[in-house]
């Protein structure tokens, strides 16, 4: 079955400090991938999404991921944290004649003064 | 009123009580989707609406019916629910109906209590 693997529930950083959230996903098949941000009471926003071409994908509020098909990898990653990044951070793959998006269980940030 | 809204933010009822889940989308997208979102749990589709018919149905139980009257809304109509189905219940909306590639704009969510 399909599946994304998120395997940090969660993670704390101090502000100013890198950031690498991990996912890896199971199906081989050309992937959707999608990162997703939800803050408190809020709904999920999209961060960044990877169909095709560079394999390094920029996305909103700095942050970028990677695709690495060798690892079924597409990690997550920002240079420099800021206090109001703390979130949960859910990564999604979907794939061409489907509906359903699978989603990771989240990783919540936390962000240390 | 932008993107996608949700009313009510807030539910709490009895087991026996009928209520019903509102979600309005602004944003002239064809495909909408309700979702359950439980702690430590990854979020759940329940069901999709393409151009308001339903495409995808997650073996929900029949204690939840969904309603797509048209493309900008889509209701949750609720009965005789458990305490499990306590959760955050959130609605989103994709531009072309193509589900699993499409991005999905989000509301708020409701966060439903069962007593």
């Known amino acids: 079955a399909q599946s994304v693997t998120q395997p940090d529930i969660h993670i704390t950083v101090s502000e100013g400090a890198s950031l690498e959230l991990r996912c890896n996903y199971s199906?081989?098949?050309?992937?959707?991938l999608f990162w997703y941000v939800q803050s408190p009471g809020q709904g999920l926003q999209l961060l960044l999404k990877?169909?095709?071409?560079?394999?390094l994908v920029q996305g909103i509020k700095g942050f970028e991921a990677e695709f690495k098909r060798s690892q079924s990898s597409f990690n997550l990653r920002k240079p420099s944290v800021h206090w109001s990044d703390a979130a949960e951070y859910f990564c999604?793959?979907?794939?061409?004649?489907?509906?359903?998006?699978?989603f990771g269980a989240g990783t919540r940030l936390f962000v240390k003064a | 009123e932008t993107g996608v809204t949700q009313t009510p933010r807030h539910l709490v009822m009895g087991m026996t009580n009928k209520k019903s889940l509102k979600c309005e989308q602004h944003?002239?997208?064809?495909?909408m989707y309700w979702y359950k979102q439980s702690a430590k749990k990854p979020l759940e589709l329940m069901f999709v609406y393409s151009l308001e018919e339903r495409v995808e149905n997650n073996s929900v139980p029949s204690r939840f019916s969904p309603e797509c009257p048209n493309s900008s809304h889509l209701f949750l109509h609720l009965h005789t629910l458990q305490p499990e189905d306590s959760a955050l219940y959130l609605c989103?909306?994709?531009?072309?109906?193509?589900?699993?590639?499409?991005?999905?704009?989000f509301g708020p969510g409701t966060r439903l209590t069962v007593l």
């Open positions: 999604a793959v979907g794939y061409t004649g489907g509906f359903k998006t699978i």
């Open positions: 199906y081989g098949a050309t992937p959707y």
């Open positions: 990877y169909f095709s071409g560079d394999t």
């Open positions: 989103a909306s994709s531009q072309q109906g193509q589900g699993a590639t499409d991005t999905q704009y």
């Open positions: 944003l002239g997208h064809n495909a």
